[in-house]
């Protein structure tokens, strides 16, 4: 997906200026490149060369332009998103009292499917070369689905449903996978870490958007003006963005192929663990940020305090986002996203004894730093484990696709066990587990992976 500039160099080798291909050799020859090994690459059975540092700007005012663009769409995309847990309470204590805990849930849980599940289809238009196109669409959908939901009246399901469930979920799977795939074209050396601070987006506006809308939504200008608002604001943002991003490459002439992508994965089983690992943790991994806030007021924790909980929860995951980087250099990617989905299932199981206004900070920081580690090393992860690097874009948006039922329908079967009771060490306990399982699940993909590692190197060495 944002290895673009690698699928090119596969696709379109460039030539010495000789006129020898200098780039590309099959499995069996034995290119003179001993002086080369520290700029070349493996994937799977080839000796790709790097392309020049300088035909990457690394830097430079349209290269950072585009990594700030993408900054503030991931800040209206996903931080939104990740904000609902402000309207699950609000939805379920003032504006949809006639629905159940369930049926609000399907409206956060379809915004954030429609991420992934959109970004199959944005993915493979983005490498046709429409960007601009999809950026553009996207930013305008939101802005309008903003605007619609504030019109939408009290008990009106199906309105909120549009709007919110439907409507947002398509404009930010629009844009999601192209802002992110568009810094490869201007960082190769420096990619993973600008793409770290681009994600991070998503968790300022994780901090900024629940602040604002808590206190719009309770205040006196109400649900109808506090969206609108909050509409303003999303809309001026992707504004500034789409004037900020730019491309720098032209499309390759022939773009992955899904399909063969596809089959490729059903034989690979490290493949095949992770993206079961993905669907059993999300099942449980957005109960949290739906209901964290809700829970804390429902056990009598001030109501002021309380509309705080999901920003100390996204201001812990901003600082994971960022300092993942650096962890994963020493653990390594598959070991670090092990530990950061064991923790995130214990602690779902811990909020079964949330009780106390310390128990709420202690797991908000905590929880909140485990799964923006899980989140930050979800990409690098699924590019440890692609020996094609020209097939990773569709294989992110295949696993992307698959895991993303997790997040649809974890948070409704969560709201359901709830009950109008609130019962909530039975939901907690579903999500715990769920997050367990799926941690079992990455455990096994790297034993698997380990293994054919080991294997390689015997039957195939260097």
Known sequence: ?????????????????????????????????????????????????????????????????TTFGSFLVQLCGFGYTTSFGVYQDFYTQHYLTNETSSAISWIGSLNAFSITA?????????????????????????????????????????????????GLGIASGLMYVPSMAVISHHFRRR????????????????????????????????FA????????????????????MRTRLDPPMTPANYIAAARKCVRDAPFIFMTAG????????????????????????????????????????CVARISSGFIAAFIGVPNLIIVATISCGVLILGMIGLSSLASVVVLGIMYGFFAGLYIA?????????????????????ICFFIAGFGSLIGTPISGALLTSNYTWWIPALFSGIASVTGSVMYFIMRFVFVRRQIKEKVYCPT
């Open 377 to 397: 090393m979800v990409a690098p992860l699924m590019a440890t484990l692609t020996p094609d690097l020209s097939e990773l874009g569709a294989r992110m948006g």
């Open 225 to 244: 003006n506090g969206v609108r608002a909050s509409a303003g604001l999303v809309s001026v943002l992707l504004l500034i963005a789409c004037l900020c």
């Open 191 to 222: 990619r993973t870490l600008v793409m770290t601070f681009a994600a991070s987006g998503s968790s300022l506006g994780a901090i900024i958007h629940p602040i604002m809308l808590n206190n719009l939504l309770n205040g006196r200008l109400g």
């Open 118 to 166: 959109v970004g199959l289809i944005s993915g493979l238009l983005y490498d046709r070369g429409y960007f601009y196109h999809l950026v553009i669409a996207g930013s305008l959908l939101q802005s309008f689905c903003l605007f619609m939901l504030s019109l939408s009246k009290p008990d009106q399901y199906y309105q909120i449903f549009l709007a919110q469930g439907l």
């Open 278 to 317: 993905g669907f059993f943790f999300q099942t449980g991994f957005y109960y949290p940020l739906f209901f964290f806030q809700l829970d804390s007021i429902k056990h009598g924790i001030s109501v002021n305090f309380s509309f705080y909980s999901l920003v100390i929860l996204n201001g812990s995951n």
């Open 1 to 65: 997906m944002y290895l673009y500039s690698r699928y090119r160099l596969l696709s379109q080798p460039r030539m010495t200026p000789e006129s020898e291909p200098r780039s590309l050799y099959t499995e069996g020859a034995t290119p003179q490149l001993e002086e080369n090994k520290e700029s070349s690459e493996t994937l799977k059975g080839y000796q790709v060369a790097k392309d020049s540092d300088h035909e990457f700007p690394e830097g430079g005012r349209a290269a950072w332009a």
